[in-house]
């Protein structure tokens, strides 16, 4: 192994997790990543904190430098490189170098494809204002901050009500901003059941934020300098000094369909379990790539921070010479807005009955401490199970602080396949500054029962 040449195309989580794990297995084997932007192994989940002003500087979101990585490990990070073509006849890739303009080919014997998600943007009028962001890259949150330094805008639309507009509708909302969150659907947060999203709308809505669902964009009003002046929907007219797309995100995949290899949900490309690809000696890892649903046992789509770095370390094993397997994801995630937590885990209600489950779902109210300890506020959990089997096959919770990380509980449970009844059977940790005496995941499920 030590002979075979490594390149990856993309330097952030799944790219660089996997060239390290490599590298420590293979202290002498050539590495090379070529990175199109300037910044490696950041953490993009952190730029709303940055925009916020929670987190100083920008340098503070990138766990290892180009530098780090060139001086330390002995792996040669080309940042401002993009990879134009894939040849897999003859394993080389075609890079330009986009600080000279030179483009010259690079030779391969193994090759990982870890080229992320880019931001989804709408093909409207006016979305190229200045002062419109939609963030992916780290880049693209530094150059938001700066622009708000620079043009202190008071005003800011969001278009989105999922992961990124929650969370900077908190983070413009923490500059003393007034901020609107539009979104087309009936509810923010779509990966949520209706009942769980609209008690997230209401805090959102009791914490100042204007709130309009059901709305489309229809185009952004430029001024005379071609900064945005205006969001228009179908609706309405709102004015905007700043606006942000949460739209979701799409798989950086053109470059290995035009290299043939396979794409499969969403246009993501095709993995197996090893994270290798339908061309021998390719392989893919994070948010380009798809991953295995445990519950609904399909491929699905899930661009998360955690799934990417799991998709790298199992990468690097492989290529390697080693023998992992990536068993799948259940779409664990977590957010907050202000106090607010947000988690979900599984399959929504609304996701087993379009999967055709004959399921059972309940929801429950409770303190998220002891009712007497001061400190408590209340939760909401929300359980859905197999109706014959018993298996739980979801969880959601809303509530506030301490009530959100309690979805590890229902995703561990899941994750080994336990019912209603072994969930209420389990031994939890109980105090009174920590939880009832009845943990709320488990009167949610004994309230299912």
Known sequence: MESRKLVIIG????????????????????IVVFERGNHTSYAACGMPYYIAGQVES????????????????NIDVRIR????????????????????????WEDWDDL?????????????????????????????????????????????????????????????LARGMEVTVVDM???VMSTMDKDMADRIAEVMEKDGIHLYLKEKLRQVDKDTQGRVASVVTDKQTLKADVVFLGMGVKPNSGLAA???????????????????????????AGDCAESYHLVKSEQAYVPLGTVANKHALVAGINISGGQA?????????????????????????????????????????SPTLSGYFPGTGKMTVKLVAHKDTGRLLGGQIVGMQTAGKRIDTIAAA????????????????????????????????????
């Open 414 to 449: 899941i994750t080994a396949g336990l019912t209603v009844q072994q969930l209420v059977d389990m031994d939890l940790a109980y105090a009174p500054p920590f939880s009832p005496v009845w943990d709320p995941v488990q009167t949610a499920a004994r309230t299912l029962l």
């Open 325 to 365: 397997r990536f068993p799948g994801v259940l779409g664990t995630a977590i957010t907050k807005f202000n106090q607010l937590e947000i988690a979900r885990t599984g399959l929504s209600e609304k996701e087993a009955e379009e999967l055709g489950i004959n399921f059972i779902a309940n929801t429950i109210d």
């Open 258 to 284: 035009r290299a043939g290899v396979k794409l499969g949900v969403r246009d993501a490309i095709r993995v197996n379990k090893s994270l290798q690809t339908s061309v021998p000696h390719v392989w893919a």
């Open 11 to 30: 330097g952030d989580a799944a790219g660089m997790g996997a060239a390290s794990k490599v590298r420590r297995e293979h202290p002498e084997r050539e």
């Open 58 to 73: 920008s340098e503070e979101l990138v766990a290892r430098s180009p530098g780090v990585f060139r001086e330390k490990q």
């Open 185 to 187: 659907a009936d509810q």
């Open 112 to 172: 990982l494809i870890a080229t992320g998600a880019s931001a989804i943007l709408p093909d409207l009028p006016g979305v190229d204002a200045a002062g419109v962001f939609a963030l992916s890259t780290l880049q693209t949150g530094i150059d938001a901050f700066e622009d708000m330094q620079t043009h202190k805008p008071s005003k800011a639309v969001i278009i989105g009500g999922g992961y990124i507009g929650i969370e900077m509708a908190e983070a413009l």
């Open 81 to 104: 490189h993009e990879v134009l073509d894939i040849d897999p006849g003859s394993k080389r890739v075609k890079v330009r170098n986009l600080s000279k303009g030179e483009e010259f």
